[in-house]
């Protein structure tokens, strides 16, 4: 698994950062740096930083910065691009800071992409201070299952969202771009929900944000689903 990131790091870098991708751009960014100013965290924790954009933005608000990624494609090009951030290789089921010792962990895009799930999760809940925030962002689990997606129906002359088969966990290989492959782990949000439960940390905000302009511009085939999510954001407190 280590060894697909690396690869496909450079390709990542072009994609998703320094404003090319206009989900982070017009979403994730404004989100997650909404929910650091509310917090204010001393101490923070991007589990599968990448290049850092994320790390970057926490560090820039004053705090201190554990980035943290398999890749050390990602980790080299994020120490080139700047930001006071400490990082290091390592995976999301090893947080290397002491427990109760965070803030705020922030993970972006990337639980979809581990399949030790529960030991990740255990991570998260180890590090968080009491009152600290867990910061998730991933692929919306119901309406991103594999196999799901706009139909135009021309028998039935009706167009609808197809959900895939959304309680079986199944984890498929998809092609993201032209000749790039990843793999992806589909969950039921109560898995998820359900961990963090286990591990005293409380969801106490969800968010199911519509497509930004900027994609739906890019994405012709997805506007007719403007009301669909892709992204879910949640926010876990540590009890």
């Given amino acids: ?13 072009e994609k998703f950062t320094d404003g090319a991708d206009p989900e982070y751009a017009e979403q994730i960014f404004p989100l ?23 790390a970057r933005l926490a560090a820039a ?3 201190h910065v554990v980035g943290l990624d398999p890749a050390t494609a990602q980790l080299a ?8 951030v400490d990082y290091v290789a390592g995976l999301a089921a090893g947080l290397p800071v002491r427990a109760g ?15 030790d799930v ?46 895939g088969a959304y309680l079986v966990e199944d984890v498929t290989e998809e092609e993201v771009d032209p000749g790039v492959m990843l793999p992806f782990v589909h969950r039921p949000l109560s898995r998820y929900i359900n961990a963090m439960a286990a591990h005293d940390m409380l ?8 497509p930004p302009p900027g994609f739906l511009a890019r994405a012709e085939e997805y506007r007719q689903a403007a009301s669909i999510p892709r992204m879910l954001y949640l926010r876990a407190v540590k009890l």
């Fill in 1 to 13: 698994m280590k060894q697909v990131w690396e690869d496909v790091a450079e390709w990542w870098q």
């Fill in 32 to 54: 997650v740096g909404s929910e650091l100013e509310l917090l204010q965290p001393e101490r923070v924790v991007d589990v599968g930083t990448g290049e850092g954009q994320l």
């Fill in 61 to 63: 608000m004053g705090a």
């Fill in 77 to 84: 090009v994020a120490s080139e691009r700047g930001g006071v």
């Fill in 101 to 115: 010792s965070v803030d705020a962990v922030i993970a972006c895009l990337v639980f979809e992409h581990i399949e």
């Fill in 118 to 163: 529960d030991a990740a999760i255990a991570e998260v809940g180890r590090v968080l201070r009491p009152g600290g925030w867990f910061l998730f962002v991933l692929n919306h689990p119901l309406l991103q299952t594999p196999g799901s997606g706009w139909i135009d129906d021309h028998i039935l002359d009706e167009q609808y969202w197809r959900i």
């Fill in 203 to 210: 969801v106490n905000r969800m968010d199911e944000p519509a």
